[in-house]
């Protein structure tokens, strides 16, 4: 068993940055593949970033690539989003998940793929 928990959202003008973070329990929180997606208002949930432990590869999604980094630190059973330019198109509430199955870190993952999610942390971004 997983549990996560995010933290960092807020409220952020255009341009700028926030720091996400997810903080995980269990002992095996090394050995899992994590994933940041995002839901906006009246929107379907999409994928935003992931991280293959095996390989570690990091995939982000188009609209966030060269603009967002996903990281995490093993030692402190942690995950981090950074996102920096922040545009109002950001705004959501942003969840971070996990699975033991496989991830190559190639592609954009399913949704599907995760066993484990966290509440979500809202980011809104003025313009």
């Known amino acids: 068993q997983v549990q996560l928990v995010e933290s960092g959202g807020g409220l952020v003008q255009a341009g700028g940055s926030l720091r996400l973070s997810c903080a995980a329990s269990g002992r095996t929180f090394s050995t899992y593949n994590m994933g940041w997606f995002r839901q906006a208002p009246g929107k379907e949930r999409e994928f935003v970033a992931a991280l293959a432990w095996s390989a570690g590869i990091t995939y982000c999604a188009d609209s966030v690539k060269d603009r967002f980094i996903i990281s995490r630190e093993n030692a402190k059973n942690t995950v981090s989003l950074q996102m920096n330019s922040l545009k109002p198109e950001d705004t959501a509430v942003y969840y971070c998940?996990?699975?033991?199955?496989?991830?190559?870190?190639?592609?954009?993952?399913?949704?599907?793929?995760?066993?484990?999610w966290g509440q979500g942390t809202q980011v809104t971004v003025s313009s």
């Open positions: 998940a996990a699975t033991s199955r496989y991830y190559s870190g190639r592609y954009p993952p399913s949704d599907a793929l995760f066993d484990y």
